[in-house]
């Protein structure tokens, strides 16, 4: 063979290598092209899920506002839900709702649908049509509904006159009624809509292109079948009538430094009393008990609380004909808040009928308008106890309630010693303007100085050793 020939066959067995070579490595080439075209869809696909539901485009998108008290939620609220609502950077308070569920007004009949505020303080409801409304959730005291902008909703609006009564029933059965008071074009930048200040209802019409928005307001009716009373609120130690139920409010205690209210928390507890007037027996089971403050914050009801309370929680059951009970309440709330007064209001959830009895509110502990005294020191006779015997005189204008929590002995090493017995047994409470004696017996304690402690008083006791 030539040297010719060889180079050829050697160039040829070259190529031949190097086709098998890209042939064998065809496959891969494709499969990494099509693992970096998947990579790059799912990518695309993540973004247009994950993105802002506002975010369509900045022609749309409203400008920011001032935001409004609502929380953002969303979906069906039922009556029984909690809801939390801020009250500071690190501080949240648990309030329950009775959503509502129905709206009826001349004639027509929504269902009401849960609607959330958007994170800039506007609100682009989606009301799924002309016979549904959409309620912002948690606006309740001035309830806001938005109405779809049909020719035919319209027309129902136009129609309403002084007088014209709008019906809200909530999930839980109740009803409130309102009565037209006015009708009037507002900007859709405008947020005041949104206040909670006085009670009642807004429906808002919304006109997508013109920037104005059809806004009808709604006056609350105190009527017959949902208030308690003649004037709607009682004061207190004023009786109040919910059906056969005469409600009246004995007394109301602010309880600021309870170590078992959670961390930037007071309890607020209701000592009332119910008796049945009527001719049957009354399920209490059907009665809500609400505490609300003068801008509408609803707070929950706390177990603990109650059985610091100075009568028995209450437990439920029926109340024969004639009978009455005494029971107490207790609500957590949060410590620093600031009103003048507080509404507890009693509902019935079968009829919807509610009873408001005012009570005023200064946030003031009542301990410290008490006088207290420590009178007597006694070991006992073989030498293992000590009995301390005294008076709470109390000089303000609420009870003063004291736990076993309120009383200590502690000597300078750290140590509390235990309290073996009190009389009267806890709680102890003191009536405004009123004294109790009090009696207890701790350990001896094994050094010869300790320091007594009731409420925010404290004694220091020598020589016990």
């Not at 994950?50 to 935001?67: D, I, M």
Request: charged letters at 10%; a negative charge.
């Amino acid at each position: 063979m030539s040297s010719e020939q060889e180079n050829d066959s050697v160039q040829e067995n070259e190529a031949n290598a190097g086709n098998s070579i890209l042939a064998g490595r065809a496959p891969i080439v494709v499969l990494v092209g099509l693992i970096i075209v998947s990579l790059l869809a799912i990518c695309s696909l993540g973004y247009f899920l994950l993105r802002p539901a506002g975010e369509e485009s900045s022609e749309t998108t409203p400008n920011s506002g001032e935001p409004t008290p609502f929380p953002v939620a969303g979906g069906a609220i039922g009556s029984d839900d909690a809801i939390v609502m801020g009250i500071s950077g690190s501080t949240t308070i648990s309030v329950t709702l009775d959503s509502p569920a129905e709206l009826s007004l001349g004639g027509k009949s929504f269902a009401v649908s849960s609607q959330t505020i958007n994170p800039d303080a506007s609100w682009s409801p989606g009301v799924s049509g002309e016979n549904t409304a959409g309620w912002v959730h948690g606006s309740i005291v001035n309830y806001i509904m938005a109405l779809d902008g049909s020719d035919q909703n319209r027309t129902l609006l136009d129609s309403l006159i002084p007088g014209s009564q709008i019906v809200m029933m909530t999930e839980g059965g109740g009803q409130f009624l309102f009565e037209f008071e006015q009708k009037r074009l507002v900007s859709t930048e405008d947020r005041t809509i949104f206040q909670q200040n006085v009670p009642g209802i807004t429906l808002v019409m919304f006109d997508e292109g013109s920037g104005q928005n059809l806004v009808v307001n709604g006056r609350y009716i105190i009527s017959d079948t949902n208030s308690g009373s003649q004037g709607g609120s009682v004061e207190l130690g004023e009786p109040t009538q919910l059906g056969d139920l005469q409600i009246t409010v004995t007394g109301a205690t602010y309880v600021p430094n309870s170590p078992q209210a959670p961390p930037g928390f007071a309890f607020f507890l209701v000592d009332f009393r119910v008796q049945n007037v009527g001719l049957t027996a009354v399920d209490v089971n059907n009665l809500q008990l609400v505490l609300i403050d003068e801008i509408g914050n609803q707070y929950a009801l706390n177990p603990i609380a109650s059985q610091i309370g100075s009568n028995p929680a209450l437990t439920g059951g029926f109340l024969n004909a004639g009978g009455s009970l005494d029971a107490s309440v207790g609500y957590q709330i949060p410590s620093s808040l600031v009103s003048s007064s507080l509404q507890w209001v009693v509902i019935d959830k079968v009829t919807g009928a509610r009873a408001q009895v005012r009570i005023p509110f200064t946030g003031d502990n009542a301990a410290q308008f008490s006088t207290i005294t420590l009178q007597t020191v006694q070991i006992s006779t073989d030498g293992n106890n000590m009995n301390l015997t005294g008076q709470i005189i109390n000089q303000g204008n609420q009870p003063i309630v004291v736990t076993p929590s309120d009383v200590s002995l502690r000597t300078s090493d750290g140590a509390a010693y235990q309290l073996l017995s009190a009389n009267p047994p806890f709680v102890w409470t003191a009536p405004p303007a009123q004294t109790i004696q009090y009696s207890v017996t701790y350990q001896r304690p094994n050094l010869d100085t300790a320091v007594f402690t009731i409420l925010n008083q404290p004694f220091q006791l020598t020589n016990i050793r």
